[in-house]
T-cell receptor, first 116, second 114 residues
Framework: AQKITQTQPGMFVQEKEAVTLDCTYD???????LFWYKQPSSGEMIFLIY??????QNATEGRYSLNFQKARKSANLVISASQLGDSAMYFC?????????????FGKGTRLSVIA | ETGVTQTPRHLVMGMTNKKSLKCEQH?????MYWYKQSAKKPLELMFV???????ENNSVPSRFSPECPNSSHLFLHLHTLQPEDSALYLC?????????????FGPGTRLTVL
């Protein structure tokens, strides 16, 4: 079974509008972390935001916020006031921790295109 | 500033060549990772090193040989590759300290096998 599911292969958003990128996850661990990365066409994976499974507040980093709904096992990324430079691939990832340090597992990604 | 560097950034090689990819992290991390990213495929974990010890080999063919001489350096030695090995190879590092342990990535090496 897929650990991370991103159901939107591609999304379009108007500049200055907000956009939500969906991510659902599957784990039986109680302790885990959720991450979002941005990958521009240059290829580098850029860390955006982190949410821990025990965090009660939704994480925010500047224009990025993570809408964490634990019971639904969803960790959607919200980008406010979209900019042209936000056009990129976005990956959701998870680290399970009950077994100790394990590498991140990534979803297939969503390609976001910001339109002027 | 990424803190993780990879060289070369681009590499073209024939199937009979031997080449190496290099990754260096300047973040004081203890874990390093190799990922492969092919077109239209999700990111595939290849190898994991924790404190210089290989802790994961994700069924990678033996034509890919990793080496981690210390916590700051990671190599991927390539030999007798196939055209389907053409991909973006990404290196990452992390502290290996908990569920919030963020992996930081290098810019990648774009490999083309002819």
């Amino acid at each position: 079974a897929q650990k991370i599911t991103q159901t939107q292969p591609g999304m379009f958003v108007q500049e200055k509008e907000a956009v939500t990128l969906d991510c659902t996850y599957d784990t039986s661990d109680q302790s885990y972390g959720l991450f979002w990365y941005k990958q521009p066409s240059s290829g580098e994976m850029i860390f955006l935001i982190y949410q821990g499974s025990y965090d009660e507040q939704n994480a925010t980093e500047g224009r990025y916020s993570l809408n964490f709904q634990k019971a639904r096992k969803s960790a959607n990324l919200v980008i406010s006031a979209s900019q042209l430079g936000d056009s990129a691939m976005y990956f959701c990832a998870m680290r399970e921790w009950n077994s100790g340090n394990t590498p991140l597992v990534f979803g297939k990604g969503t390609r976001l295109s910001v339109i002027a | 500033e990424t803190g993780v560097t990879q060289t070369p950034r681009h590499l073209v090689m024939g199937m009979t060549n031997k080449k190496s990819l290099k990754c260096e992290q300047h973040l004081g991390h203890n874990a390093m990772y190799w990922y492969k990213q092919s077109a239209k495929k999700p990111l595939e974990l290849m190898f994991v090193y924790n404190f210089k010890e290989q802790t994961e080999n994700n069924s990678v063919p033996s034509r890919f040989s990793p080496e981690c001489p210390n916590s700051s350096h990671l190599f991927l030695h390539l030999h007798t590759l196939q055209p389907e090995d053409s991909a973006l190879y990404l290196c990452a590092s992390s502290l290996a300290g908990g569920p919030g342990d963020t992996q930081y990535f290098g810019p990648g090496t774009r490999l083309t096998v002819l």
